[in-house]
C-alpha cells in the first residue's frame, strides 16, 4: 500500500506508547490519522501534536466504538488501516495461598473477564466494524483495498506466573489473525499481528532504573528494551508490503521469558 495523505487511518490505544509511535510513522507519511484512546487529556495534547484526530473511545463498548468510527470518518473518510494497540494486563495467580495467613484465593473471575474484554473481544470489535467499511471502498491500483495491525505479545507464547488473563487474550489475538485474513482474503483486506517483548512504553517508563536494567539484560541481543519506533517500524512494514498476510511476529530482542 502506497501511504500518502489520501489514505486514512486509526490507530486504537494511539495517545501513547506503541500505538502513539505508529501514529507518528503513518503521519511522516502523510496518512491522515485517528486516535482511539479512553484518555482524554493525553489523547488531544498527542493529537494536536501530531496533527492527528482524536477519538475518546472505550473499546469494550459497541456503541463507543461506533461512535469512534463515526467521528473519524467524518473527519478524515473512511480508513483504509486499522492498528489495534489497545490493552492492558493484571496478575493473579490461578489459585495460592497467602505466604502470612494462609488464606487460600483464586483468580477472581471479573478481573479476568476485564482482560480479555479488553485485548481480545474489544480487538475483534474494532476489526470487524473497520473491516465493514473498508468493503465500501475500491480496491487500489496495487491490489490493496485494507490492512489490519493488531498486537498480542511474546507472554501469548512465553506467559509468566500471574498472566493466565494476558496471555490467553494475547494468545487470542494470536489464534484468529489467520482465521480473519482468511475471511478477508477475498476483499483484498490483509491481517498480521505483532507479539512486542519488552518495549520502554509508559508501563515501564516510570519504573526504577535499576528494574529496567535487570529487565533489559534478559534480552538477547541487543540487551535493552524495545523502542516504540521498532515497533512502530515493523508496523509500517506490514502495511506497506502487500505480501505480507496472515502472519504473527515476535518482535523481542530474541528473548524467552522465564516463568517469573
Avoid at 501530531?50 to 456503541?63: E, F, L, Q, R, S
Avoid at 499481528?193 to 508501563?203: E, H, S, V
Wanted: net charge neutral; hydrophobic share 45%; charged share 20%.
Amino acid at each position: 500500500m502506497k501511504l500518502d495523505s489520501s489514505i486514512s487511518a486509526i490507530v486504537t490505544g494511539g495517545a501513547s506508547g506503541l500505538g502513539g509511535a505508529t501514529v507518528k510513522a503513518l503521519r511522516a507519511a502523510g496518512v491522515k490519522v485517528a486516535i482511539f484512546d479512553m484518555n482524554e487529556k493525553t489523547g488531544n495534547a498527542f493529537a494536536a501534536e501530531t496533527g492527528a484526530v482524536y477519538c475518546n473511545v472505550n473499546v469494550t463498548n459497541d456503541a463507543s466504538v461506533d461512535a469512534g468510527f463515526a467521528a473519524a470518518r467524518a473527519a478524515n473518510g473512511q480508513e483504509r488501516i486499522l492498528v489495534n494497540c489497545a490493552g492492558t494486563g493484571n496478575a493473579f495467580k490461578t489459585a495460592g495461598r497467602n505466604k502470612e495467613t494462609g488464606e487460600i484465593k483464586s483468580f477472581p473471575i471479573d478481573q479476568f473477564d476485564r482482560i480479555i474484554q479488553i485485548n481480545l473481544v474489544g480487538t475483534f470489535r474494532c476489526i470487524a466494524k473497520s473491516a465493514a467499511g473498508m468493503l465500501t471502498l475500491d480496491v487500489l491500483p496495487d491490489g490493496d483495498r485494507g490492512a489490519i495491525i493488531n498486537t498480542a505479545s511474546v507472554a501469548a507464547e512465553d506467559g509468566q506466573i500471574g498472566q493466565a488473563a494476558y496471555s490467553a487474550s494475547k494468545g487470542g489475538v494470536v489464534g484468529m489473525t489467520l482465521p480473519i485474513a482468511r475471511d478477508l482474503s477475498t476483499e483484498s483486506i490483509r491481517v498480521n499481528t505483532i507479539l512486542p517483548g519488552l518495549f520502554n512504553t509508559p508501563l515501564l517508563a516510570g519504573a526504577p532504573e535499576n528494574v529496567k536494567a535487570a529487565l533489559a539484560a534478559t534480552v538477547l541481543n541487543p540487551k535493552r528494551l524495545g523502542m516504540p519506533a521498532e515497533y512502530a517500524m515493523l508496523a509500517m512494514q506490514m502495511i506497506e508490503n502487500g505480501y505480507f498476510n496472515g502472519e504473527s511476529v515476535r518482535l523481542d530482542g530474541g528473548i524467552r521469558m522465564q516463568p517469573r
